[in-house]
């Protein structure tokens, strides 16, 4: 099983359409989780970040996690085409070095 | 010029060649990161620096030579790569890689190994 799983595959949706990413991992001893967003040829940038389980809310978007479930979950409302780009999921035992999910990509169509 | 800074933006280079990818940052932050991001695969994380220091080496060829001369400039030395390098290289800056900080991304050198 790997470390930290991404689901769905690559999603298009129309716009304005509510968009859920999730991310599955197995290491319970993760407490940081972290969104990116990586345009096409572009370095990733840092959408949300998290501590523990909760949710975490920042204009359009929603971070959810669930430890118990070993879950987490971005939620973007009333998604645009400026949306459409590769979404990596990345956490952490420490704080400090990260793994990341291999990344959905996202097509929103005007 | 803020933020984080990599050149090459791109590089095509044969096996036999000897390159290096610079990584700057003006952040004023203390830990330095380089990742390689293959398609289709996840994010993976080679080197650490914190105040200058290696803190780890996560399995990485000797053939990727890091270094870190101060907090704020990391090299990464390539030498006798192999077409399976070929990927982009990111390099990322946390504040105080002891503590948990975000970490902010270059936008990679896109490297090509004929």
């Known amino acids: 099983q790997k470390e930290v799983e991404q689901d769905p595959g690559p999603l298009s949706v129309p716009e304005g359409a509510i968009v859920s990413l999730n991310c599955t991992y197995s290491n319970s001893a993760f407490q940081y989780f972290m969104w990116y967003r990586q345009y096409s040829r572009k370095g990733p940038e840092l959408l949300m970040y998290t501590y523990s389980s909760g949710n975490k809310e920042d204009g359009r978007f929603t971070a959810q996690v669930d430890k118990s479930s070993k879950y987490i979950s971005l939620f973007i409302r009333d998604s645009q085409p400026s949306d459409s780009a590769t979404y990596l999921c990345?956490?952490?035992?420490?704080?400090?070095?990260?793994?990341f999910g291999p990344g959905t990509r996202l097509s929103v169509l005007p | 010029e803020t933020g984080v800074t990599q050149t090459p933006r791109h590089l095509v280079m044969g096996m036999t060649n000897k390159k290096s990818l610079k990584c700057e940052q003006h952040?004023?932050?203390?830990?330095m990161y380089w990742y390689k991001q293959s398609a289709k695969k996840p994010l993976e994380l080679m080197f650490v620096y914190n105040f200058k220091e290696q803190t780890e080496n996560n399995s990485v060829p000797s053939r990727f030579s890091p270094e870190c001369p101060n907090s704020s400039h990391l090299f990464l030395h390539l030498h006798t790569l192999q077409p399976e390098d070929s990927a982009l290289y990111l390099c990322?800056?946390?504040?105080?890689?002891?503590?948990?900080?975000?970490?902010?991304f270059g936008p990679g050198t896109r490297l090509l190994v004929l």
């Open positions: 990322a800056s946390s504040l105080d890689g002891d503590r948990q900080e975000t970490q902010y």
């Open positions: 952040l004023g932050h203390n830990a």
């Open positions: 990345a956490m952490s035992v420490d704080g400090q070095n990260f793994v």
